[in-house]
Nanobody
Framework: QVQLVESGGGLVQPGGSLRLSCGAS????????MGWYRQAPGVQRELVAG???????NYADSVKGRFTISRDYAKNTVYLQMNSLKPEDTAVYYC???????????????WGQGTQVTVSS
């Protein structure tokens, strides 16, 4: 069984910062990409940032220059540093990872349970 456990969400004022963490555990042979998605009420889930196994990162236009994704390969953990937060960043943030459980099984998508980020004064 594979689990993704997120932490770091909360309430922050506009202009503030938060750091999200997501650790993968369980039966893991290898991890390909990891990333963060978010979903606000009534809005489709969207990609915020992703990072490949080689360390290449991509970002949604709305967060470029403010958010930074990073990865600790030894700990199977991905981070999202969020600076200059805006009210429109308010959403539930979900961690995603493409994980292979053994050498004969293809990669599958796994999701965390979600962590609430609220930006409000």
């Amino acid at each position: 069984q594979v689990q993704l456990v997120e932490s770091g969400g909360g309430l922050v004022q506009p202009g503030g910062s938060l750091r999200l963490s997501c650790g993968a555990s369980g039966v893991i042979f290898s991890i390909n990409s990891m990333g963060w998605y978010r979903q606000a009420p009534g809005v489709q889930r969207e990609l915020v940032a992703g990072i490949t196994s080689g360390g290449s990162a991509n970002y949604a236009d709305s967060v470029k220059g403010r958010f930074t994704i990073s990865r600790d390969y030894a700990k199977n953990t991905v981070y999202l540093q969020m600076n200059s937060l805006k009210p429109e960043d308010t959403a539930v943030y979900y961690c995603n990872a493409r994980i292979r459980k053994d050498w004969v099984t293809d990669f599958s998508d796994y999701w965390g349970q979600g962590t609430q980020v609220t930006v409000s004064s």
